[in-house]
């Protein structure tokens, strides 16, 4: 499975930015998508999560702001960012799970700053 993030950038607090992840490759042994953020000093965290069913699983720090969807004819993973504020500057990843592993994309970087 390769993975292919895009749409990171420089947004105003309070503005909103839409992320892709485009998957190729063995997608049907995908189980899980996930977006992980990794802020400078810190550890890479799990903030958004959907299922094959389309169930989804959000971190406190998100709810209610960000919204993950999957297009699943598109092999793509969408991470919809609203109200955004300056804490959520990170570089951002995708990763797909299957039953054996994780396969991660390369990070975009998110930047809230006015």
């Known amino acids: 499975v390769q993975l292919q993030a895009s749409g990171g950038g420089l947004v105003q607090p309070g503005g909103s930015l839409r992320l892709s992840c485009a998957a190729s490759g063995n997608t049907v042994t995908i189980i899980y998508m996930r977006w992980y953020r990794q802020a400078l000093g810190k550890e890479r965290d799990m903030i958004a999560q959907i299922d094959t069913h389309g169930s989804t699983i959000y971190d406190s720090s998100v709810r209610g702001r960000f919204t993950i969807s999957r297009d699943s004819a598109k092999h793509t993973t969408n991470l919809e960012m609203n109200s955004l504020k300056p804490e959520d500057t990170a570089v951002y990843y995708c990763?797909?799970?299957?039953?054996?592993?994780?396969?991660w994309g390369q990070g975009t970087k998110v930047t809230v700053s006015s």
């Open positions: 990763a797909a799970r299957t039953r054996e592993k994780n396969y």
